[in-house]
């Protein structure tokens, strides 16, 4: 099914505001995926639809092939990297920062396109569009709203210090 909603419009909101309303209305919705395109373009979209999340990398590039041909909408998602392993034949397992699944895809129930102010917004029924475009519209009477991140470490000062110094000496031996 292709969006059935579309409207377009200009609005006086910088990037940062716009990323901001994007995340918090993120929360609303089962998915959501947000694509930085360029400096002051993005892409969001969001759904509580369909959706695959796989944890393995052996034959994700097919499963991810047929949950594409079945689905009715757009799709998007991120890919891990290690799926590198089912392309090529490497073993590696890196953790993932990101979350506990190796990749993950969902059917879009909305698409929002920021361009410098332009915004073109598309929904898959009306109802789905007016309803968030109404909300999107009261959120952004408000001001700013404070997101602040404090960054994970996935190593402890003295294990990056080992590592760096054992590939010190690796690279100094050739």
Excluded at 12 to 35: S, T, Y
């Amino acid at each position: 099914m292709a969006y059935q909603f579309h409207k377009e419009f200009s609005i006086d909101l910088d990037g940062d505001q716009f990323l901001q309303r994007a995340i918090f209305f993120g929360r609303h919705f089962e998915n959501f995926a947000l694509f930085i395109t360029d400096e002051g373009t993005f892409t969001f979209y969001a759904g509580t639809g369909r959706s695959i999340k796989l944890n393995e990398t052996e034959g994700a590039f097919n499963k991810l092939k047929k949950f594409e041909e079945s689905s009715k909408r757009e799709i998007c998602g991120v890919l891990g990297y290690d799926l590198k392993n089912d392309l090529e034949d490497l073993s590696s397992r890196n953790p993932s920062t990101l979350s506990e699944v190796e990749t993950a895809f969902f059917e879009a129930d909305v698409r929002v396109e920021f361009d410098n102010s332009e915004i073109k917004f598309s929904s898959v029924s009306e109802s789905d569009g007016l309803n968030f475009w109404a909300n999107f519209n009261h959120e952004l009477r408000f001001k700013h709203v404070p997101v602040t991140a404090e960054p994970l470490s996935s190593a402890s000062e003295d294990e990056y210090l080992n590592t760096v110094g054992s590939l010190q000496s690796l690279i100094q031996r050739g």
